[in-house]
């Protein structure tokens, strides 16, 4: 690729994790684990995509959840209109893309000349609409209640499904990081860093964001799809707030403006998700597990902005810096 | 004739109860340039803590009393732990004050339970009027009275005080007031206790009227506050009132005609201000959108 020197070490590290990922579901035969780990990683390529936004461009949208929630839906409605087969599987994720792609076009389009404040509101507002929208259209989404459907035979088999996932994740990661060290995720980050500059530089900064938009929309269709194949089942839960905060936690728990930082804090949340409410049986605080999460996400806002992964790699340039050339890898957020 | 009486103040009542909210999210975002997104959390602990205490002491109004001294304590804490250490910076307050929203709210299922309590109207205030044949509730009157009070109060502290000069000065322009001598830092701590009192206060009145209280409501509120925020103003007090009646209104109006519109009107209505006049209908600062 285009940094051939600094990426030769990470890559070893990617190929070893994904060495041991795809060994995994042979040599640990537990079903429990494999499903929780494919949770992880469909939560993973949700957080990644709203990283796109928050972590890279340095936009707030409360609205993700709205197309994820697209693609659950597409992918159930084709699912159980047309036929549970491959085909129409892919043919849905495709759907769904495009459907929220029009949508993140639009709705960028409208949001993103206002300042932070009313951008998050108005996504806010937008994906209550879109919500109100799912839970009165009963003919086509059964509202609440939602309504199952039959996934692809193929995907019966856990491991078959746990493959297909890790797939697209590894596919998703690679063209976002290709997309965030190209000239045009350089522009993404230089509006972060400072929007007005970026303009007087010449940039029409409205277009880069509707096209980071785009893409973080598209990419969260993507983990949409695959999380109404893993349930099964779909209802209007997967376009409330709670997704859009679980992507939230994910991205500033493991660390903004990384890729590998929302991969991390999926794995951190999923895992203590499943873990403390397994402690709860004893111990009634636990079922409330999202304070404890709260307060390390408000403590993380505070103390540590770049979350896990981006105050691990401050600590490692530092460390190199002692005796080499500074990497310019550790970007401060704006303050 | 009688429809529309009853929708009218089943309109005002609604509006009054969001005007409480988003009096202080509008101060506190005209002054400190905050959006607090945790506001809709001191709702919810108004409303638990006020009725819990009403609960044991049988008594409406010492329940008012504890659900604004709980909004006053949360209020002072918030500013100093959760506000002060991101002041200046945008997408940080937007994500700090949603985290402190999350925390509180699920404080409250720790604190009383995760299940929806009921709530009773008090003896005096039960029951309703007959005036020919309209039938008026008590309780909705006594919401739209004390929203009216409180407007008259809040407006008389902002036009004819001191202290209301400065908010006021501060809203247009705080860099002046604060090189003028004034400790701009306390007035943000005043104002910020003063709103989320009210956010309590309202979260108490809410109560009654709805009949039951849980958790989650004081998000859905604090969206309808927003709302009204974006469409009264940012900073204006007046505009947040004509705001808050008209999204009340509006809701009541809906709900009746056409129940499939009654949650999309007042988002749509926010839509179409912020893109055509982000700085709100009545608002009395200019600045720039972008």
Same mark, same amino acid.
């Given at each position: 690729m285009n940094q051939p020197a600094l990426l030769s070490k990470q890559n070893i590290i990617f190929a070893i994790l994904l060495v041991v990922l795809v060994a995994f579901p042979f040599v640990a035969d537990s079903r429990t684990l494999t499903i929780l780990l494919t949770q992880i990683f469909i939560f993973g390529i949700l957080a990644m995509s709203y990283d796109i936004l928050l !972590?890279?461009?340095?936009i707030v949208s409360f609205g993700h959840a709205m197309f994820f929630g697209i693609g659950a839906y597409s992918t159930a409605i084709m699912l159980k209109e047309i036929q549970p087969t491959i085909p129409v599987f892919i043919g849905s994720i495709v759907v769904g893309m495009v459907l929220a792609g029009i949508l993140s076009f639009f709705v960028g389009l409208l949001t993103l000349r206002l300042k932070s404040h009313f951008f998050a509101m108005l996504t806010l507002a937008i994906s209550g609409l879109l919500l109100v929208v799912a839970e009165k259209w009963?003919?086509?989404? +059964? !509202?609440?209640d939602g309504f199952t459907f039959r996934a692809?035979?193929?995907? +019966?088999d856990r491991i078959v499904f746990y493959f297909c996932v890790l797939a697209c994740l590894v596919i998703v990661f690679l063209i976002l990081r290709r997309f965030v060290n190209s000239p045009l995720g350089r522009v993404l980050i230089a509006i972060r860093e400072n929007e007005q500059r970026t303009r007087s530089l010449g940039f029409k900064t409205l277009h880069y964001k509707v096209i980071s938009s785009i893409v973080a929309g598209v990419i969260a269709s993507l983990a949409g799809s695959l999380y109404a194949i893993s349930l099964r089942f779909v209802n209007t839960s997967m376009m409330t707030m709670d997704i859009t905060l679980d992507a939230l936690l994910m991205t500033i728990i493991g660390g903004v403006g990384t890729l590998v930082g929302p991969l991390v804090g999926s794995v951190v949340i999923e895992f203590a998700q499943h873990y403390l409410s397994g402690l709860a049986r004893d111990y009634p605080i636990f079922e409330r597990w999202i304070i404890f999460f709260g307060i390390i996400y408000i403590l993380a806002v505070v103390f540590f902005p770049k979350g896990i992964v981006g105050s691990i790699l401050t600590k490692i340039s530092k460390w190199k810096q002692r005796d080499q050339v500074p990497l310019p890898e550790s970007k401060e957020r704006s303050k | 004739m009688d429809l529309l009486i009853s929708l009218v103040i089943n309109g005002l009542a609604t509006g009054m109860l969001i005007f409480l909210l988003a009096a202080g999210l509008t101060l506190i975002f005209g002054l400190m340039d905050v959006l607090n997104f945790a506001h809709g959390g001191l709702f919810v602990w108004g409303a638990y803590t006020g009725v819990v205490t009403y609960a044991y002491t049988e008594s409406f109004l010492i329940g008012i009393v504890v659900s604004i001294l709980t909004g006053i304590i949360l209020g002072f804490i918030m500013e100093k732990l959760i506000i002060t250490p991101v002041y200046g910076n945008h997408v940080q307050q937007i994500l700090i004050t949603l985290g402190f929203m999350l925390v509180l709210q699920e404080m409250i299922k720790v604190a009383f339970g995760p299940n929806a309590i009921p709530v009773t109207v008090p003896s005096y205030l039960a029951g309703s009027w007959e005036i020919g044949e309209v039938i008026v509730i008590k309780y909705r009157v006594f919401i739209i009275v004390v929203g009216f009070i409180i407007f008259g109060i809040f407006h008389y502290i902002l036009t004819r005080t001191k202290i209301g000069l400065i908010v006021r000065a501060g809203v247009i322009n705080k860099e002046m007031v604060q090189a003028l001598g004034i400790n701009i830092k306390r007035v943000f701590l005043f104002v910020f206790m003063t709103g989320a009192s009210l956010a309590a206060l309202g979260g108490m009145l809410m109560a009654p009227y709805s009949g039951s209280i849980y958790a989650e409501m004081g998000m859905e509120f604090a969206i309808l506050g927003f709302i009204v925020v974006v469409i009264g103003g940012m900073g204006s007090f007046s505009g947040s009132l004509l705001a808050a009646i008209l999204v009340g209104l509006a809701g009541s109006f809906m709900a009746y005609y056409v129940p499939y519109l009654s949650l999309a009107v007042n988002m749509i209505l926010m839509a179409i201000v912020l893109i055509f006049r982000p700085q709100g209908l009545f608002s009395m600062i200019r600045r720039e959108s972008t």
């Open positions: !972590g890279y461009t340095g009963r003919s086509v989404t +059964k !509202g609440n692809p035979d193929v995907f +019966k | -």
